[in-house]
């Protein structure tokens, strides 16, 4: 059961602290990259606020019962399973829900969209065979990364949250 989400409150957050006008318009007169220069923890802190659900230490989903995904629009979204503790956080992936963040290239334009863990169970089942190759052998590689298309997330997502212009959209 989903609780209830903070949509104002991860809207404020964003506004002051994601959507930086002024950090911008600096990095583009400095002909600095304006993408990718919000870093992931922003994405992390926004899901915190907007779920209400705190970090967890340690190595395993980034909030207590939600794996945040950040990636410019139509990108895939990338996981990452290290040599220690990969396999008990895929099956971790496959029970917690999942929280894809997609934005444009300025960060005008968010959409947020919640997947159910156990919705996207066969897709990290089907990595399974692949991370446990990955780290044996002779010398087992230190981590495994595959990719969720964005397509999947669009067919199996909700969309929670929608920015656009920099305006939250109301639901």
């Not at 809207?11 to 950090?23: F, L």
């Not at 495994?144 to 929608?162: N, T, W």
Request: hydrophobic share 35%.
């Amino acid at each position: 059961i989903m609780q209830q989400l903070n949509i104002n409150d991860a809207y404020q957050y964003y506004s002051k602290h994601i959507n930086r006008t002024e950090r911008f318009e600096l990095l583009e007169e400095h002909q600095l990259s304006v993408a990718g220069s919000v870093p992931s923890i922003d994405w992390e802190l926004f899901g915190s606020i907007l779920t209400g659900s705190k970090g967890t230490p340690g190595y395993g989903a980034d909030l207590e019962n939600y794996e945040v995904k950040s990636a410019t629009e139509g990108s895939s979204f990338e996981y990452q399973y290290h040599l220690h503790g990969g396999i008990s956080k895929l099956d971790e992936d496959m029970k917690v829900d999942h929280i894809f963040i997609s934005y444009s290239k300025d960060y005008k334009h968010v959409t947020v969209r919640l997947v159910k863990g156990k919705d996207l169970a066969t897709e990290f089942e089907s990595w399974r065979a692949g991370l446990l190759e990955n780290y044996s052998g002779e010398a087992p590689r230190q981590r495994y990364r595959k990719s969720i298309a964005f397509g999947l997330i669009q067919e199996l997502g909700q969309i929670i949250v929608q920015i656009e212009d920099g305006v939250l959209i109301e639901s």
